[in-house]
Structure formats: C-alpha cells, structure tokens
C-alpha cells in the first residue's frame, strides 16, 4: 500500500501539502511565508501557556489563511506586526470549519473526532447530515464525546469564556466541539472585542470567534474588495483588543483554514456526470473535498478508478483504506472509520465537484471556497501580541 511519504509526494506534484508539519511541501514560490511548525489543533493544547500568561485571548477569524493575508498584507497593519511572535500552522484535513473547529476545540484530528466534513453521511441512519446546521445527525456528545480542551482547562480551576453570536450558544456545533466554557453573547465585531477584553480583568482565557471574513470569500471572494474590507475591519478590532486587554495578556489570532477561489472551467456534477454517477450512493462533505459513497455492493476501487480518469490531475483521488493508512484525515478512532468514505478526493488547483442533488444553487455557485491540501487552504496563520 502507498505510504503517507508517497501520497505527500504526489500531492506536492499537484501543489498540495499534506496535513502534517513532517510531510508537508510548501513550494519555493511562497517563500515569504515560513513552513508549518504546527496545527491547529495546538493551538489551545501547546501555545496557550496559562502557568506563563494567566490571561490569553484566542481569535479565531474563519477563513484567514496565511496566504490570503500575505498577499493582502497591506491591509492589515495590526495583524502584520504580529507575524514575528507568531507561526504558521497546516488546517486539519478537510480544510473546513466543522472539521478544524473540533480539531481546535479538542487538539485531536478529524478522524477522531468524527467531524469529517461540512456535511457527513451517518452511517446508522443512512442520511446525509449537516455539521454546521447539524441538522440529520444525533446528540452532539454522542457525534463527538472526546472531552473539549475548554472542559479539561475549567476543570482544573481556569476562568474559560468564550464570545460569540447568541444562535452559536447551544449550537450542536458548539455542544460538539467547543463545550466546558462560560458563553457570552456578542453579535458585532467590536462588541465581541470588548467582552473578551472584559473577561480578561480577571485571569482566565477567553476566545473570540468572528466569520464574516469567510463569508465574503465565500461570496465575493477572496481577492475582492469586499473580503479587503472585512480584512481591515478584523485588523482595526484587534489593535482595539491589544489596546484593551490588561497588560501582560497574551494575545493569538489564528484561523480554522483559508480559501481559493474557483476557476468555473474545471467543475463536475457528480449527480449528472456518468462516469462519476456510476455506482455511487451519495456524495458528502463539500465541492473541494468529498466522501463518495459506493451503492450497495458496488466495487469501491472501480469507483475511485473512474473518479480519477474523469479527473485527472485535478484531484488526489484515495480509497478509504488508502487515506486512513497514509493518515490524511489523523489518527484514527476506528468507531468513525464508517463515516468515512468509500472514495476520499482532495481537489487539486482550483477545480470543484459539486452535487446537485443534494447542493442548492446557490451553494454551488460561491466563489470562494475551501477543504482541500492546497497551500490557501491548508495554511493559517497564528498572530502573537503582549498586550
């Protein structure tokens, strides 16, 4: 069977990086960005130091890879100057919200936390679920039970608050990833900013969760002056938070994955395309990063075989087995081996495979997108200040 090494070999061949430090390739066009000392699932276990700085504060910024911002640096002076202190960190594989949220809120891999995608097949019931909606899928202690760093913190006595929307407070998302802390809720920018900096007049660790950044890629994307402008509103928020905190505070800024815009010219619909539609159940996850499920009896490799052919050099196209083995997804739980699928294909440049089966139209026409190995997608920053 083809090893982790070979598999980052062949994504290095597509511009991709493999979803470990160790392995990943970053190409020397991307020179001005040091390589990956970590991932974000450390963020909380290995740069939160609360023995060194009682008080810390975690900005999260969906969608803020470390590329993005490089390439629109000038936007961000605040953020910029916290390049120095800082590193840069690989997303977790997919590269996507609910899979890198978990990562983050647990410091365990996507699969053993089971949240493997945006939307994910369950394999007791059958049905395709929504991480983030979670709308299909059971209880989300049951979905995920690993214990969340913020419980492990608050049971040893630390002041955890987190700061967000108030539909986010009992969110299945939330419950899944993110439980054990004191919720605050915030809906502005900078009112998030200032509840965090409140939070923080007593020692503790706060975390800010802010994504209309993502949202205007998603939309607008990521090259547009629409995402420039969110860009300098998160850069104006955070020189107000490292205005405000209590000195002493050590202040992160890191992101859950960046983005990529899509080239249109290179997009399949796997629900009317034959060779793709041939012997597949159902397709989950997202248009850069999907779990093909086989039918019933359906010959797996067969399937992963005409995937590849259909798309060539635009997808790292693996059988299941192959991508646990070269450990694409993390450390495995053998309970969420299931929820994986039969065919796993990482889009390579900016190519896309949608489903319009289960996809709305509108989904399928963002722009700006993510959850793949490309270098914008994988790559995020992490910002270090002392307040």
């Given at each position: 069977m083809t090893t982790a090494r070979e598999f980052a070999a062949r994504a290095a061949e597509l511009a991709m990086v493999w979803p470990e430090p160790a392995l990943a390739t970053v190409r020397a066009g991307t020179s001005s960005v040091a390589p990956a000392s970590g991932k974000v699932s450390d963020v909380l276990t290995r740069y939160v130091d609360v023995e060194?700085?009682?008080r810390t504060?975690?900005?999260?910024v969906d969608g803020l890879g470390r590329l993005n911002l490089d390439e629109r640096i000038g936007h961000a002076p605040t953020l910029r100057s916290g390049i120095a202190d800082g590193a840069s960190l690989l997303a977790p594989y997919p590269s996507t919200t609910s899979a890198s949220i978990a990562s983050f809120g647990t410091?365990?891999?996507p699969a053993s936390t089971g949240m493997l995608g945006y939307t994910v097949r369950d394999p007791d019931s059958g049905v395709l679920g929504n991480l983030v909606q979670w709308t299909g899928l059971p209880d989300?202690?049951?979905?995920?039970?690993r214990p969340t760093v913020?419980?492990?913190l608050s049971a040893s006595g630390i002041r955890v608050t987190s700061v967000g929307p108030e539909?986010?407070?009992d969110s299945g998302m939330t419950r899944a990833s993110l439980r054990g802390s004191t919720y605050l809720s915030a809906e502005h920018w900078y009112d998030r900013i200032d509840a965090a900096a409140g939070a923080l007049r007593q020692p503790g660790l706060a975390y800010v969760y802010w994504g209309d950044l993502d949202k205007a890629g998603h939309h607008h994307g990521w090259q547009s002056a629409k995402w420039c402008d969110e860009l300098e509103k998160v850069d104006a928020g955070i020189r107000r938070l490292i205005a405000a905190v209590p000195r002493g505070t050590q202040i992160l800024v890191t992101a859950d994955h960046g983005m990529i815009d899509v080239d249109r010219s290179h997009r399949w619909d796997a629900a009317t395309d034959a060779m793709l539609a041939a012997d597949v159940a159902m397709t989950a996850g997202e248009p850069r990063a999907l779990h093909v499920h086989a039918a019933p009896g359906a010959d797996g490799q067969a399937i992963a075989d005409r995937w590849r052919d259909v798309l060539g050099d635009n997808a790292l196209v693996l059988g299941r087995d192959e991508a646990v083995a070269a450990g694409l997804f993390g450390e495995?739980?053998?309970a969420m081996l299931p929820r994986i699928g039969d065919v796993v294909v990482a889009m390579a440049g900016r190519a896309t495979v949608v489903d319009s089966r289960t996809q709305s139209p509108a989904s399928m026409e963002m722009i700006g997108v993510h959850g793949s190995l490309t270098e914008f997608e994988m790559m995020v920053p992490l910002l270090r200040w002392e307040g």
């Open positions: 060194n700085f009682p504060c975690v900005v999260l410091g365990c891999a989300p202690l049951t979905w995920q039970p913020f419980e492990t539909r986010f407070r495995l739980d053998e």
